[in-house]
């Protein structure tokens, strides 16, 4: 079962959990079902391996991207463009925001107070177990109260994208089902969905799983992995 | 310790926490801030010290009073930022200290741009700072490498009492990798009660030591730098570290590439291998002391053509490689700078173009 999420979706999460890959995906997952998809970049912390480096196939899908102009692709400067709030107020079925990661990551969302509070916004917490800080249910909560008073938003679902990149082994996937499965149990979150790889997708036994599950293409790639 | 997923900045962090350094003073640039960030938090965990300085020069002055009072410790920066520290690091090998410099290399020169560069090869291998020194440095290609050396840099430093240098680039310290830390790179502290001024209380002894790098007798100073000279020489006899890749057969080529490119460089050989065309791969780990043998007899090999050293400069370690090539073989160079990294289909070509 694919996830089916409307509306305007904030992913975030703890630094490295694998955020803007899901983004990405999300964003080309809804756009494949029909939907019309915006997805702006607001990762003002990390200097590279952020969405906007999946511009042009996300266009090449039909999916809008919004992102400071080119000149200041590749600046680390805190870039917030003022058509990203235009694109609030002016949604499609399915809007995304890759937040940037930890706390620092979702300070940007504070600027964007004003369009924000007048929207219901869906704010989603990114969790790999495999990431040091967010190996268990305590972890996890500690990233989320972190996020939820920097942002000024709560949390209002979980995503679970375990993996250890080319490594990640369908027990990899379990384990971080069970982990938001637990941490779902500690807040009454609801778990949107999980990620995995197109490459293990087969090798899972879906009857496991009973949340949605978002096959994951790697957009943000090394540039030297090659199939 | 079963593997986690890091990015390769947290993983030097870790790496130094690992290998028994709680003193870490930097200054924050991108593209290897993430290291300060991560240190900010870990060190005070585990009862040690991270220290912001107010500018890289006192970051590297830093160094050298916690490597003259004995203590193992770290910093890292990027490109400007060693350029900075170069005073300090020409200072602490004159002065025969143990202390470890990370390099994630960025664009240049001047400011240049953030993204992954090797343009900092003659700045690590030739100099830097001033006078007759060297460091020795270790070049990882990847996140698990990075953590390895940076374990192997705190013993290797206080082997030599010298600097050692670890050189990544953006990319090393920007990507994820799944990562172990293996508990047998960590080295136990030498005795530095001969040479440090760790404090003659501890020591219990009445020797007075001084770390100083101000010779003003030119014998002394002569005398110096030729002890200086015998360490280079045993690091090139004892601490050579490379690897070959895909040279066992005849291959009709030889790539020498380290870091970064080396891994575009791995995956152009793989897909020239499908293609029924072999190269090979040199690639050195240390850049001092530089696999000299290594480079030269793997060129020489009966049905190699040629040899091209490819980098993400404009043409640093091609000067090394024609060196010990020795004009047996022809070198050539193929090289970008901007920040993209070089496509493997890009290497590819280049490599038919030249063996016809």
């Not at chain 2, 030097?12 to 240190?39: D, K, M, W």
């Not at chain 2, 043409?315 to 993209?340: A, I, L, S, W």
Request: proline share 6%; aromatic share 6%.
């Amino acid at each position: 079962m694919l996830p089916d999420i409307s509306g305007i979706i904030i992913i975030a999460g703890n630094y490295g959990s694998g955020k803007s890959e899901t983004a990405v995906n999300l964003a080309a997952v809804s756009r494949k079902s029909g939907k019309s998809v915006k997805i702006t970049d607001l990762d003002l912390v990390n200097p590279y391996f952020r969405s906007r480096e999946a511009k042009k196939p996300l266009e090449d899908l039909g999916v809008e991207v919004v992102l400071p102009g080119r000149k200041y692709m590749h600046a680390d400067l805190p870039i917030l463009t003022p058509a990203v709030a235009d694109m609030i107020k002016n949604p499609a079925d399915v809007t995304i925001l890759d937040a940037g990661g930890d706390a620092a990551g979702v300070t940007v969302l504070a600027a964007l107070e004003d369009v924000l509070e007048k929207s219901h916004v869906k704010l989603l917490q990114v969790i790999n177990p495999l990431r040091p800080n967010t190996c268990d249910v305590q972890g996890c909560l500690k990233i989320k109260a972190q996020i939820e008073a920097t942002a000024k938003l709560p949390v209002t679902g979980l995503i679970s994208n375990a993996n250890l990149l080319d490594e990640t082994t369908p027990q990899i996937i379990y384990d971080g089902y069970n982990l938001v499965t637990r941490v779902s149990e500690a807040t009454g979150l609801n778990i949107e969905f999980i990620t995995a790889s197109t490459r293990l997708l087969p090798q899972l036994a879906t009857e496991r799983i009973f949340c949605p599950i978002l096959p994951i293409d790697r957009f943000l790639a090394l540039p030297w992995t090659r199939n | 310790m079963a593997k986690v997923l890091m990015k390769g900045n947290e993983a030097i962090g870790e790496a130094a926490i690992r290998a028994g350094c709680l003193n870490y003073f930097a200054y924050p640039i991108t593209p290897q801030s993430e290291v300060a960030e991560y240190l900010s938090k870990r060190l005070p965990e585990v009862g040690g010290v991270f220290l912001q300085g107010e500018s890289e020069v006192a970051v590297g002055y830093m160094l050298f009073g916690a490597s003259g009072a004995g203590e193992r410790v770290m910093t890292t920066s990027s490109s400007p930022g060693i350029s900075l520290m170069s005073e300090a690091i020409s200072y602490i090998a004159g002065a025969e200290c143990p202390a470890v410099f990370v390099n994630i290399m960025r664009g240049g020169p001047g400011l240049g741009g953030i993204l992954p560069s090797q343009g900092d090869y003659f700045q690590a291998t030739k100099g830097g700072g001033h006078g007759d020194y060297h460091l020795l440095v270790l070049a990882p290609d990847g996140v698990q490498e990075a953590v390895e050396m940076t374990m192997q840099a705190f013993g290797l430093a206080e082997k030599y009492r010298n600097p050692v240098m670890v050189m990544g680039d953006g990319m090393i310290g920007q990507m994820m990798e799944p990562v172990e830390f293996p508990d047998d790179l960590k080295t136990e502290p030498t005795n530095k009660d001969d040479w440090a001024s760790n404090g003659m209380s501890t020591r219990k002894s009445k020797k007075k030591n001084l770390v100083k790098s101000l010779f003003l007798d030119p014998a002394e100073l002569n005398q110096h730098n030729l002890n200086l000279k015998a360490k280079y020489e045993q690091m090139k006899k004892e601490d050579v570290q490379y690897e070959l890749y895909n040279a066992d057969g005849d291959y009709q080529i030889l790539i020498a590439s380290y870091g970064t490119m080396s891994r575009v460089c791995r995956t152009a050989i793989d897909m020239l291998k499908a293609e029924g065309i072999e190269a090979a791969m040199f690639r050195p780990k240390t850049l001092f002391p530089f696999p000299e043998k290594q480079v030269h007899d793997a060129a020489l090999k009966e049905t190699c053509k040629c040899v091209i050293s490819i980098e993400m400069s404009m043409g640093q370690m091609v000067e090394d490689v024609q060196r010990c090539v020795m004009g047996k073989k022809p070198v050539e160079f193929y090289g970008e700078c901007g920040g993209e990294i070089p496509s493997p289909e890009k290497i590819m070509e280049i490599v038919k173009e030249l063996i016809g």
